[in-house]
């Protein structure tokens, strides 16, 4: 039972455009969301994060927003660049517990 | 200066001979996990531990167990590998156990099962 589901395997992008990585959840009760960026041969690593209490969380770069009624998360990137090219996998979390992770959606942007 | 080293990198037993994967930090974090990752599949928390408070996922499979002997180093065991046990074996870190406290991942241990 996938309660965290990226449903876009891969996502190209043109530098300079906007990244839109989308993540739906099942499960109501979750009320903390992560992403993690993974490049090849490295482990995944901290991103972003926001707190269902919050809609939009803002770092440099790096947006994401939370719909808490369509249970949808989303990841924007503005500008894109080259060096954004790698695997971003959305968690989540109920209640400060374990976290439950997508499958990971795999990011290109060409130059 | 790497904070969440595993060894080896690639791991390869053959079906049923136990294997032993190794996992060590710099961090002095109390809090240390074993995640499995299948081939385009998310990955899944096997077990962690709280300083020397064990925790098992209710789903894993009694095949998989994991040592802690001290604060820096943390071990999974496969005691008899299946051909299902083939993945990449994830260790992560943090400070606390709560979410919001980020975990720190190893480049992970990819283990193939002949």
């Known amino acids: 039972d996938q309660q965290v589901k990226q449903n876009s395997p891969s996502l190209s992008v043109q530098e300079g455009r906007i990244s839109i990585l989308n993540c739906d959840y099942t499960?109501?009760?979750?009320?903390?969301f992560l992403w993690y960026k993974k490049y090849p041969a490295e482990g995944p690593t901290f991103l972003i994060s926001?707190?269902?209490?919050?809609d939009k969380n803002e770092d440099g770069r790096f947006t994401v927003f939370l719909n808490k009624s369509a249970k949808h998360l989303s990841l924007h990137i503005v500008p894109s660049q080259p060096g954004d090219s790698a695997v971003y996998f959305c968690?989540?979390?109920?209640?400060?517990?374990?976290?439950?992770f997508g499958a990971g959606t795999i990011l290109r942007v060409k130059s | 200066d790497a904070m969440v080293i595993q060894n080896p990198r690639y791991q390869v037993t053959q079906f049923g001979k136990p294997v032993t994967l190794s996992c060590s930090q710099t961090?002095?974090?109390?809090?240390m996990y074993w995640y499995q990752q299948k081939s385009s599949q998310a990955p899944k928390l096997l077990f962690h531990?709280?300083?020397?408070?064990?925790?098992n996922e209710a789903d894993t499979p009694d095949n998989f167990q994991s040592r802690r002997p001290n604060t820096s180093f943390c071990f999974l065991d496969i005691r008899s590998p299946g051909l299902g046990d083939a993945a990449m074996y994830l260790c992560?870190?943090?400070?606390?156990?709560?979410?919001?406290?980020?975990?720190?991942f190893g480049p992970g241990t990819r283990l193939t099962v002949t």
């Open positions: 992560a870190t943090s400070r606390d156990a709560r979410p919001r406290y980020e975990q720190y």
């Open positions: 499960n109501s009760m979750f009320d903390y």
């Open positions: 926001i707190s269902s209490i919050k």
């Open positions: 968690a989540a979390s109920v209640d400060g517990n374990k976290l439950v």
């Open positions: 961090l002095n974090h109390n809090v």
């Open positions: 531990y709280y300083d020397k408070d064990f925790n």
